[in-house]
């Protein structure tokens, strides 16, 4: 059987089998096959698995776009070495998304500014790489749509909104109180995703202190009860990588220390 060979024909094959990348780069698919002196065999496997890298990197582009992610944060660009209250073995571990695939949470805890939200994002974007759709979004941000959708009668909808991520990633839960009220909204969230997806949340407060960000001790108490139930916690213990390069730069001189000797005279 002979067959057309030309690049036209090519081309439109490509086309018709969808395979885009294959398309736009036929030329310099060809030119490496031939510089390369590729048996048949050997080509097809390229020309393949040239369209499948570029499929695959349109996903993760794609995914990652959805998201949200406020900045490219990844495990390969935290210092560990200056934040000894993280364990690299642990976050290692953690990358390899176990967690993610039972369904389980995360809870990454500890003062501001130790990196809890660089290590949500790193594990969120390897979650993303291996075809886990992800939604990052802050907590105080979250809390203002689900109390828009409340009043305006679209609660239900938003809910389903946050149940079809397999990750949804909640950063600074505790940096902004909980209206009086609106601690149910938040119960009502870990509820639909309860044991159906995983949920990350970064804080500064503790889980004991729930109750008086919430608003609410009982209901942060069910909170607790539901999204404690399988999940992976880390504390991070150490100083604030912000207030150690504002020491370091002197704009700070010690523990709540201004610029300058102390001095009550200090510029004047």
């Known amino acids: 059987m002979q067959h057309d060979l030309s690049k036209d024909a090519l081309t439109r094959r490509a086309a018709r089998l969808k395979l885009k990348s294959m ?46 992610f406020p900045r490219v944060c990844t495990l390969e660009g935290f210092d ?32 501001p500014g130790v990196g809890k939200t660089h290590l949500a994002i790193a594990l969120g974007r390897e979650a993303v790489k291996a075809g886990y759709s992800t939604t990052f979004i802050s907590a105080g941000r979250l809390m203002r749509q689900l109390e828009e959708a409340e009043s305006s009668g679209r609660l239900e909808e938003k809910l389903l909104q946050y149940l079809k991520p397999r990750l949804l990633l909640i950063d600074e839960l505790g940096y902004i109180p909980f209206k009086t009220g609106t601690a149910g909204l938040f119960y009502r969230l870990v509820s639909t ?54 020491r370091r730069d002197g704009v700070l001189r010690g523990e709540g220390t201004p610029p300058g000797d102390g001095s009550a005279t200090d510029g004047k």
């Open 80 to 111: 560990f070495s200056c934040q000894p209250g993280v364990s690299e073995g642990r976050m290692r571990e953690l990358s390899r998304l176990e967690w993610l695939a039972s369904r389980r949470n995360v809870l990454l805890q500890g003062p």
């Open 23 to 68: 398309v736009e780069n036929l030329d310099f698919i060809l030119e490496n096959g031939q510089r390369a002196s590729m048996s048949n065999q050997e080509f097809l496997a390229y020309a393949l698995g040239f369209e499948v890298e570029r499929r695959e990197a349109r996903r993760i582009d794609l995914g990652l776009k959805i998201a949200h």
């Open 193 to 246: 995703r309860y044991e159906s997806g995983s949920i990350m949340v970064t804080t500064s407060r503790p889980a004991g202190e729930w109750g008086i960000v919430m608003n609410d001790v009982a209901m942060a108490g069910a909170v607790l009860d539901r999204f404690l139930h399988h999940c992976e916690v880390l504390t991070i213990r150490g100083d604030s990588y912000r207030l150690r390069e504002a």
